[in-house]
């Protein structure tokens, strides 16, 4: 099994930054899983953000926070992580954290994924 928590949400002013940090763990977590955040707005599905292969490091991003935000991951201490810059109100959501099955390419879309993370608020103002 694998468990996920994300940290890192928080009220930012309208082009600030912050950092989200996904925590991993597992008896069989690995370098093998793809990642990807995702976020949801208020009575709306969860859209993709953003994601990275478990092999290679490829990554990809949705138009509207292409160039803005930033995922990463660090294998070594089961990390990933998801910097938004230029941060603007429409950014506000809760952002979720997800992996995939071990040796899956990352997708675009949350069925892609089969495990997820309780999900972090972010807000910005105006």
């Known amino acids: 099994q694998v468990q996920l928590v994300e940290s890192g949400g928080g009220l930012v002013q309208a082009g600030g930054s912050l950092r989200l940090s996904c925590a991993t763990s597992g008896r069989t977590f690995s370098s093998r899983y793809s990642m990807g955040w995702f976020r949801q707005f208020p009575g709306k599905e969860r859209e993709f953000v953003a994601a990275?292969?478990?092999?290679?490091?490829?990554?990809y991003y949705a138009d509207s926070v292409k160039g803005r935000f930033t995922i990463s991951r660090d294998n070594g201490k089961n990390m990933v992580y998801l910097q938004m810059n230029s941060l603007k109100p429409e950014d506000t959501a809760v952002y979720y954290c997800?992996?995939?099955?071990?040796?899956?390419?990352?997708?675009?879309?949350?069925?892609?994924?089969?495990?997820w993370g309780q999900g972090t608020q972010v807000t910005v103002s105006s």
């Open positions: 997800a992996a995939t099955t071990p040796g899956t390419d990352s997708g675009l879309r949350p069925e892609d994924y089969d495990y």
């Open positions: 990275i292969r478990w092999w290679g490091g490829s990554t």
